[in-house]
């Protein structure tokens, strides 16, 4: 295990009826506020007129930044910037899922920011103390946005996604009641149990030893999702199973199994190339470069994978070879995904081998990339290929 610093000071407010925590939680920071969405389903669901009572509440001046995309854009960031400079605001509430929280989190630190704030995306510079506070209302499972200091930020302008990790835009609070999540549809609810388990895997592939506790934390958590997944896509009004992925979405991300530990992330940076170029959806795109992935390293390093196989889908790993059981239990990855509604290939997108090099490039920000089989420009375009 690597020496290690941990720090999360985010406060779950977690359960039904939570968002009426905000008229206590919000006023610590300021009564002047950003309030950041999305495409608008918090209206359909009445979640906009709940958080626009606690805010009324607390006698806030309100100023709004909707429309905030799925693979939330610099230009974006950029508005919400302007917004808090022309108006003086002095705290951010984000109401949505984690490209809204991380749109928000680019915000907060561009604020104070005197020069661009993709400089603070694309982590050449680191952000300033001074953020903006934020907090969230969170609508969907899967990201972790809600209890981590990650922002992943979109430049459509050169088709390049990219993502900076401080814990000065930590959101200070996060209200997390499963009730807001039920609305979410079939397939966000798929990708979102996609990204889940990814974020896990990514974390528990790494480049480090000896860290036995991570990994049981990280197959507790991939052993949950595959046991309620399947349930919730079948029963998505379900209370009790949105509950279960709402924790695991927070917990798969928050720090808690990367201590101590070189997370890979190769996986990630490939989908986000693909999602920058083609702007599909995040979860969809992992599902299908992963298990990609997997079949790549599992020639060089199938031990893990074997691991995986047998804590996780319960192989049996009686006369087999690292390598037998590390191709079992990709397959069994595969068909997880494929059982729950995962898209398969690139092409189930409309994706051919037009921008193959594009996206190599793209996913590439260094000679190599991952930790647990470092990766070339080479490897990463076979995996591409592979995923057509």
Known sequence: MQNFEFQNPTKLLFGKGQISSLKKEIPAYGKRILLVY??????????????????????????????????????????????????????????GGGSVIDGAKAIAAGVPYDGDVWDIVTSKVSAPSNSVPIGTVITIAGTGSEMNGNSVITNWETNTKAFFNSNHVLPRFSVLDPELTISVPRDQTVYGSVDIMSHVFEQYFHGSSNAPL???????????????????????????????????????????????????????????????????????????????????????????????????????????????????????????????????????????????????????????????????????????RNSL
């Open 38 to 95: 999305g495409g608008g389903s918090i209206k359909k669901i009445g979640l906009y007129d709940k958080v626009i009572n606690e805010l009324k509440e607390i006698g806030a001046f309100v100023i709004e930044l909707g429309g905030v995309e799925p693979n939330p854009r610099l230009t974006t960031v950029q508005r919400g910037i302007n917004l808090i400079r022309e108006n003086q605001l002095d705290f951010i509430l984000a109401v």
């Open 214 to 384: 991570q990994e049981r934390i990280g197959e507790a958590i991939l052993r949950t999702v595959i046991e309620t997944a399947p349930k919730l896509v079948n029963d998505l009004n379900n209370y009790e199973y949105r509950e279960i992925m709402l924790l695991n979405g927070t917990l798969a991300l928050n720090g808690l199994t990367a201590m101590g530990v070189s997370p890979d992330w190769s996986t990630h940076l490939i989908e986000h190339a693909v999602s920058a170029v083609h702007d599909i959806p995040h979860g969809g795109g992992i599902a299908i470069i992963a298990p990609h992935w997997m079949e790549h390293v599992a020639a060089v390093r199938p031990e893990k994978i074997a691991q995986l196989g047998v804590r996780v889908f319960d192989l049996d790993p009686t006369g087999k070879t690292d390598a037998q059981l590390a191709a079992e239990a990709i397959q069994s990855l595969k068909n997880f995904w494929e059982s729950i509604g995962a898209p398969t290939k690139l092409s189930d997108y409309g994706i051919d081998d037009k921008e193959i090099e594009l996206m190599t490039e793209r996913s590439m920000l260094a000679d190599q990339i991952g930790s647990y089989v470092p990766l070339s420009k080479e490897d990463v375009r076979n995996i591409l």
